[in-house]
């Protein structure tokens, strides 16, 4: 690569991890601010991002009566996903508190959700299944076929199914 593609590129990729990041302080801020404007009652222990969460968007923990977050639902689904899964973890929170009925089943809990619009599920994130979030598109050169691939695939051992000539790949999609 040319010296100076690369200096871009490596500042490229510095301002872009600049944009995304989104850390614990702020988060805490996020959720505090949310729950005094949409809740009336404010939050009063601790958010976090826990990476370790697989599918799960968010979680109450009953014990502490802490909030955590998958960072994964900011990144993939943007800031509107993220509040509205800090307002169904600010529903369990505020119910458990009052000692009034916080699990997804009681009618204290759907009803707090639809006053505040929060998003319906913790459980899973939908589309959050999908191991791989890349796409490599091929195309033979020969006839024209296009393959994609969640892989990589080595275009000097395979060859169209078709016709056999020969393959290239066209692009790469990410979703995150
Ligand atoms: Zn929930
Ligand atoms: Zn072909």
């Known amino acids: 690569m040319n010296g100076w593609l690369s200096v871009l590129w490596v ?10 990041v989104m ?30 969460l ?11 009566h802490d909030i955590e ?12 996903a993220l509040i509205g899964i800090i307002k ?9 508190l009052q000692n ?10 759907k009803d707090l959700l639809a006053k505040v619009g929060g998003s319906k599920y913790c459980g899973t994130i939908p589309g959050m299944r999908r191991t791989s979030q890349t796409l490599h ?12 691939r969640k892989r990589t695939i080595d275009t000097k051992r395979y060859v169209c199914g078709k016709c056999k000539g020969k393959i290239r790949k ?5 979703n995150s």
């Open 170 to 174: 066209v692009k790469t999609f990410k």
């Open 69 to 80: 977050i998958n960072p994964k639902q900011f990144d993939h689904f943007g800031l509107d």
């Open 54 to 64: 697989r599918t799960t968007g968010g979680r109450y923990l009953l014990r502490s």
């Open 137 to 148: 598109v091929y195309r033979c050169t020969e006839c024209g076929t296009v393959f994609n």
């Open 23 to 52: 850390n614990d302080v702020e988060l805490q801020k996020l959720v505090e601010d949310i729950s005094s404007e949409f809740f009336e009652w404010s939050f009063k222990h601790k958010a976090i991002f826990n990476p370790r």
């Open 88 to 96: 169904h973890e600010l529903c369990h929170y505020h119910l458990h």
């Open 100 to 109: 009034r009925g916080y699990r997804h089943q009681d009618k204290d809990f």
């Open 11 to 20: 500042f490229e990729k510095i301002f872009k991890e600049f944009l995304k």
